[in-house]
């Protein structure tokens, strides 16, 4: 296995863990009984938070089991990845766009954290998630015959 196949896996393996916990920590927050989750969203005003939030949890469920059970490139799972952030950051973008002023509920409502800080630090995992997965989607499109030192 070449350097470039470990560090892409050593960054799923990461996602892999970062997500499931996500999504345990809103499928807990949707199970729970915070009046904030029964307000309607701030992005689409149809759904109640708690509705929201599920749907998050399903999809980061779904990419995570994408990336655990399916026998697919690195490729299609960084591509996975790279799906999930735009959708994430999208929904961020629009919450700036109509200009929400409250901390995004990304993680729900068990954690006893300032949600100001849980905002700031969902920020920078989305980030993480969004930069290093289109970084190594490019690497490989753009570079598919570098190989790096193979390492046993």
């Given amino acids: 296995m070449t350097r470039r196949q470990m560090s ?3 960054f799923i393996r990461s996602a892999i863990w970062i997500l499931g916990v996500t999504a345990v920590l809103k499928i807990l927050s ?3 009984e915070a ?3 029964s307000q309607p ?3 689409f005003a149809f759904l109640t938070r708690r509705q929201v939030l599920f749907v998050a949890a399903i999809m980061e469920c779904f990419v995570v089991w994408n990336l655990t059970h399916i026998r697919r490139s690195d490729q ?3 591509f996975s990845l790279t799906w999930l952030a735009l959708i ?3 929904y961020r973008g629009a919450l700036w766009i109509v ?4 901390a995004c509920s990304c993680l729900g409502t068990l954690l006893p954290v300032n949600p100001n800080v849980l905002d700031w630090v969902m920020l920078i995992v989305l980030l993480y998630l969004f930069c290093f997965s289109l970084c190594f989607l490019l690497r490989n499109r753009m ?3 570098l190989e790096s030192i193979s390492v046993s």
């Fill in 8 to 10: 892409s896996r050593l």
């Fill in 30 to 32: 949707v199970m729970g």
């Fill in 35 to 37: 009046k904030l989750l």
């Fill in 41 to 43: 969203d701030p992005i």
């Fill in 76 to 78: 299609s799972k960084l």
């Fill in 88 to 90: 994430f950051g999208a």
């Fill in 99 to 102: 200009g929400y002023k409250g």
């Fill in 143 to 145: 570079f598919p015959k």
